[in-house]
């Protein structure tokens, strides 16, 4: 009997009875484990089962069929070795071989595998790409630097080769040369052998003359006249003459002789004497002053000449050079002394004889260096560094070219009387409410179509009292005032002053009474004031327009407007904008993301953008050009605000804006302002010892020192002018540097010099200046409204302030008696007239109402007692500290010092 029965895995178990009635366990299936290798020294243990042939079922088949694709996947999958093994034990058990089917797990990690080995086998085709492609690259430049080196060495070979050929020509001149004056030499020695043959010949026909004249007239009696008688005398004097040649000179000092004589003899004797023959030869002559013989100068004597002459070159060489010195309007001491070629230091004491004290690294003015450069002994050629500007704004424009402009009109008139409201309703905009602390800190410009294609350009400009410098520049640009005074306020002090602007700056005015709504409004007392500051309207025969509008209610705005175009009709507004643009910087600013910006308002021509401009010491090209509706334009024509990006620095306010030609023009001009105005602020004053002194004087001032930054230079130039008026004799602020941006680390590296205060205006600091100020200490302060700036300010100095020192009488004390006390000294008994007398207070002796000693008071007691203090009627015991002076009738006045802090 045999029974079969499937066991978990696909194994079979087979169960047969043996004739003994046993049952045993045959077993069908031989099972093995097998390790199977993957890449990346990966293993894994597979369990293989080996099953005997027998016919299957069709479900045992379908098993096998999956056993075979699982089979061929492990194949694939690095697993012919186990599939090897399996054919071995089948091979050795004489059945097939039957897989056991795998896990999910197990296909997951072999098809995970594949994926690896995949992956692994692209990457390293990717290494062996990027391998060959680092070798071609490292082959190609080795190639090139090789190329290279062979170039420069073939290039050095060229140098060399030209530098030797240049040597060996050089070389060839000179030898030319000396052979040259070698010949000329020779020459030279044989022409003067040649004249001193002549003059040998010359001396010698001399002494035959001489001869001849000398002989007695008695032998010419008794011999005959015979002609030849001169012939053969002259042939004897010559033959003579050549045996006294022929003969050897004798050696020097032992009787030299010469022809007519011997040395000794023409010296000794004085028959001889010499002279010079202005050939620079010397003759020699005998008693009868007759030339004996000419001689050549020696060595020793042309070396002395030689000598003589180059002294006296020398000499002339050193003699003063007189050159023309190039003087500008301002020059360094140490550029002076360069141009004269003389040391710095005698510079500097030709200055101090002058009484000015200078060094070499200061300027002086012009007319003081000229003084310098005449005491020098130079001449002086004045030169001007501002001809560069020459030309810079063109020529004026012919009365065919202009065209009708839009008025450029500014707003003027006293804080917080509703300016920029005003303006807010004329352009329909609300611009007040995002001012800090609802005042205008900054200029404004603004263009506003008020209809029928007619445009307005307006100008903002506030009205606290630290900004003159900006309401100032709102006058000069503009051509129409409108002062606005508030119906509840009347003139105020920026009233008044914005009033004298517009006179200085000679425009129109149109007076607006803002605020009319208001339940205390009075516009005619306002009208009466305007009258007390020479501002004379219409209604009372004046030429002065006067309307009442009302900011916020929109009242009157349009009679406003026709005010406005009256007067511009009157004025006859008129630019060419055919031409290079022109206009003034309103305000500028550093903006984080885009730069530097200027607002500017064209006055005359049209601004393109990439047109090259100057600003004051600053250039650039425009790069963008925007509107006040903050849209881009492309141009800018007359009586149009406009910001302006692209320049290399902020501008200050008030500066002029032209377009120039070229960058060189622009370069050049802007170095010259930007040197003008360093050498502006370095120039050495006339001064003496004196003033020495009192600059040292002034060094002890208490100093509040700052470093002032802001969002703008308008709002910068009027913190630092309010701050600078805070100064008195006793403390002053001391400005270190100004700037328009954020406050960066090196403001806070130039404030920890001095221990400063970083004052910033809307504006901030940035991390790493945060960092380093907090960790050295230095206290930054941040403000948005002006007036809360300087009040702080004020403040500070006020506190740098000595205290004022206030005295205050507390009592008085008659001496009724005096007493000597041993080892201590006069007491005075007192009675205490009014007030009290207190323990430590100070005292005066006085004796007929005269002040004897003024001291501390001693000691105070009541009987035998110390007290603190003795009241009116009371008496007292009195010591005075070092004082034994004390009478009776005396009066003791009991005085405090109460220190009183002060204010500005």
Known sequence: MTSTKEQDGGSRISLNKSGGGRLELKKRVDSGVVRQSFSHGRSKSVAVEVKRKRAPSKAEGEGAAAGATVARKAESAGGAPAK???RDSSSRSGGPVVLKPLTDSEKNARVRAL??????????????????????????????????????????????QAEEDARKKAEEAAARLLAKEEEERQKREEDEAKAAAAETADATEVKEVKAETKEPAKTEKQQPVDASAPAVKRKDAEAEDSRSAARPRPAKGKGKTTRGGSESDSRNDGRGRGRNDGRGRRLVLDSDAEVIERRAPSL????????????????????????????????????????????????????????VMATVNQTVDADTAELIIGEFGHTVKRVAESDVEI???????????????????????????????????????????????????????????????????????????????MRARGAQVTDIVILVVAADDGVMPQTREAINHAKAAEVPIVVAINKIDRAEANPDRVKQELLGEEIVLEEYGGDVLAVEVSATEKLGLDKLMEGVLLQSELLELGANPDRSAQGAVIEAKLDRGRGVVATALIQKGTLHVGEIIVCGGHWGKARALINDHGENIQQAGPSTPVEIL?????????????????????????????????????????????????????????????VVKSDVHGSLEAIVAGLEKLNTDEVKVRVLHSGVGAITESDVTLAMASRALILGFNVRANAQARDLGKREGIEIQYHSIIY??????????????????????????????????????????????????????RVRLLRDDVVIHDGALGSLRRFKDDTKEVREGFECGIGIDAFMDIREGDVIEAYEVEEVARTL
Do not use: W
């Open 300 to 355: 020793a004597a042309m070396r002395r000449r030689q000598d003589r002459e180059r002294r006296q070159q020398q000499v002339q060489d050193q003699q003063p050079i007189v050159r023309e010195v190039v003087l500008p309007e301002t020059i360094q001491v140490s550029e002076l002394a360069n141009r004269m070629a003389v040391r710095g230091a005698d510079v500097v004491k030709q200055l101090m004889k002058m009484g």
């Open 788 to 841: 809360e700036l300087l009040d702080q300010a004020k403040a500070r100095l006020s506190g740098m302030l000595a205290p004022e020192s206030k005295e205050q009488t507390t009592g008085h004390a008659e001496i009724r008696e005096v007493f000597s006390i041993s080892k201590i000294g006069k007491i005075a008994g007192c009675m205490v007239t009014d007030g009290i007398i207190r323990r430590g207070a």
């Open 646 to 706: 692209g320049l290399d620095g902020v501008p200050e306010s008030g500066d002029l804006l032209v377009v120039v030609e070229s960058e060189r023009r622009a370069r050049e001009i802007t170095e010259y302002r930007q040197r003008k105005k360093h050498t502006a602020g370095i120039v050495a004053p006339a001064g003496s010892v004196e003033d020495m002194f009192s600059q040292m004087a002034e060094e002890k001032i208490g100093e509040l020192p700052v």
């Open 391 to 469: 030309g810079l704004e063109g020529l004026d424009d012919d009365e065919g070219d202009l065209k009708a402009r839009a008025p450029v009109v500014t707003v003027m008139g006293h804080v917080d009387h509703g300016k920029t409201s005003l303006l807010d309703a004329l352009r329909q905009a609300d611009v007040a409410s995002g001012e800090a602390g609802g005042i205008t800190q900054h200029i404004g410009a603004y263009q506003v179509d008020i209809g029928d294609g007619q445009k307005v350009t307006f100008i903002d400009t506030p009205g606290h009292a630290a900004f003159t410098e």
């Open 84 to 86: 090897a093994r399996g």
């Open 115 to 160: 994926a690896d080995a995949r992956k692994a086998e692209e990457e390293a085709r990717v290494r062996a790409e990027e391998n060959a492609r680092r070798v071609a690259e490292e082959t190609k430049r080795k190639a090139e630097e090789e190329e290279a080196a062979r170039e420069r060495k073939q290039q050095e070979e060229a140098r060399r």
